[in-house]
């Protein structure tokens, strides 16, 4: 089993910065495939950016150039860094892990196996 934390979340305003941790414990060795996916209410989860574990990286078009993913193994800990942000980027924003290589599936919520309790996004204009 693999638990993961968000933190980092809040309330900015729109060009507003903010980066999120997201901590990982337990059987991490297990996983290949990290990523961050937000959900705003009334729509469907969606994935942000996601990192194999070979340093292959995928974001969706919505957050090119704003955000960056990144991970420090030492510590079992990933980021994304937001910058530049957008009252649409208001979201729930989750942390998740997958045990398998996920390729040109990174951004797809199926693939993920662990999830964390995410974190608040608000972004105002």
């Known amino acids: 089993q693999v638990q993961l934390v968000e933190s980092g979340g809040g309330s900015v305003q729109s060009g507003g910065s903010l980066r999120l941790s997201c901590a990982a414990s337990?059987?991490?060795?297990?996983?290949?495939?990290m990523g961050w996916f937000r959900q705003a209410p009334g729509k469907e989860r969606e994935g942000v950016a996601a990192?194999?574990?070979?340093?292959?990286?995928s974001y969706a078009d919505s957050v090119k150039g704003r955000f960056t993913i990144s991970q420090d193994n030492a510590k079992k800990t990933l980021y994304l860094q937001m910058n530049s942000l957008k009252p649409e980027d208001t979201a729930m924003y989750y942390c998740?892990?997958?045990?398998?290589?996920?390729?040109?599936?990174?951004?797809?919520?199926?693939?993920?196996?662990?999830w964390g309790q995410g974190t608040q996004v608000t972004v105002s204009s």
């Open positions: 337990g059987y991490t060795a297990g996983t290949y495939c």
């Open positions: 990192i194999d574990r070979d340093g292959s990286l």
């Open positions: 998740a892990a997958s045990a398998n290589y996920c390729g040109s599936w990174r951004l797809w919520k199926d693939q993920y196996h662990y």
